[in-house]
Every structure is written in structure tokens, then in C-alpha cells.
């Protein structure tokens, strides 16, 4: 007869995923009981352009929806489960099915008519053109002994 040793936080821990699962599951419920699932999103600014990276695994090009405006993008889709062959069923799924949405708000306006796209490995990545007043760009200041009639012209 082997010995097993006797770990006396393994109950623990599984009844710390069971709840940890428990509260993922309430807090992607909406007022209806359906789920509700968003995908991670990465935000960057280069400049003259902002970058926008979404993960959607497993999803193919054609059921994804991405929809832009000159302060916000809208990314939707949907997941379809697949088909279970007669004989086969599943024992436990942590996978999301069904459709989902999210904008996205943006902290400056883009040129919605020059956005791009591409979809590589699960990511998909927008570049998004930012308006010409909203890049900053550096202005010389002038500190010498002429004034700057710019800042006179207030006075």
C-alpha cells in the first residue's frame, strides 16, 4: 500500500478556485442572467498615431465587427461553441461562447477614414491616426531678449 502524503491546504485551495469562479461568474452576468464577456485591450501612444491591441484567440477574422469614430472603437463578435460529435461530450469547459462587445474611449480624437487593421496570432491590431491638433508637436519658446509678439498680442 503506497503512502499519500497529506496536504492540508489542497481542500482549501480548490475551494478558493470553486469561489473564485463563483464570483467571475456573478460579476459577468447582466441584469438578465446572461454572460457577458470583454476582450483585454492594450492602449499605447506613438505620436502621431495611438495603437489599439485586442486578444481574441481562437476567433476568426470574419465574425469579428470593429467600427470606429473619431473619440471611440467598438470591437464585437462572437464565439460559436462547436458541434459535439455523437458519443463525445464535454466533462468540464471554462471557454466563453456567445457574443460580446466593447468600446473603447479614446483620450484624443483620430481620422476614423485612416484607421488600420491587422490580425495576427489571436491580436488584433489598430492604428489609429490621430487628428492633426491632437499630435504634440514641440513649439520654441522664446526667451531672449525680443518678445514673442504671439504673447504680446493679448495684452
Known amino acids: 500500500m503506497a503512502l499519500t502524503r497529506w496536504n492540508p491546504y489542497a481542500e482549501m485551495n480548490s475551494f478558493r478556485r470553486q469561489l473564485d469562479r463563483l464570483f467571475d461568474d456573478i ?3 447582466t441584469a438578465l442572467g ?20 485586442a486578444q481574441l484567440p481562437g476567433l476568426k477574422p470574419d465574425d ?3 467600427s470606429a469614430s473619431r473619440d471611440a472603437i467598438t470591437i464585437s463578435g ?8 455523437e458519443g463525445k461530450g464535454t466533462y468540464h469547459s471554462e471557454f466563453r461562447y ?3 462587445s466593447r468600446t473603447i474611449s ?7 477614414d485612416q484607421v488600420s487593421a491587422n490580425y495576427q496570432n489571436g491580436i488584433v491590431t489598430l492604428t489609429l491616426p490621430k487628428v492633426e ?3 504634440n508637436r514641440p513649439v520654441k519658446i522664446n526667451l531672449g531678449s525680443k518678445p514673442n509678439p504671439k504673447l504680446n498680442e493679448n495684452n
Do not use: R
Open 106 to 112: 479614446l483620450p484624443v480624437e483620430i481620422q476614423q
Open 98 to 100: 456567445g457574443k460580446f
Open 34 to 53: 446572461e454572460h457577458t464577456w470583454q476582450p483585454a485591450i492594450e492602449l499605447e501612444d506613438n505620436g502621431e498615431n495611438l495603437v489599439l491591441k
Open 64 to 66: 469579428l465587427d470593429i
Open 78 to 85: 462572437e464565439y460559436s461553441s462547436e458541434e459535439e460529435s
Open 133 to 135: 491638433d491632437a499630435v
Open 27 to 29: 460579476a459577468s452576468q
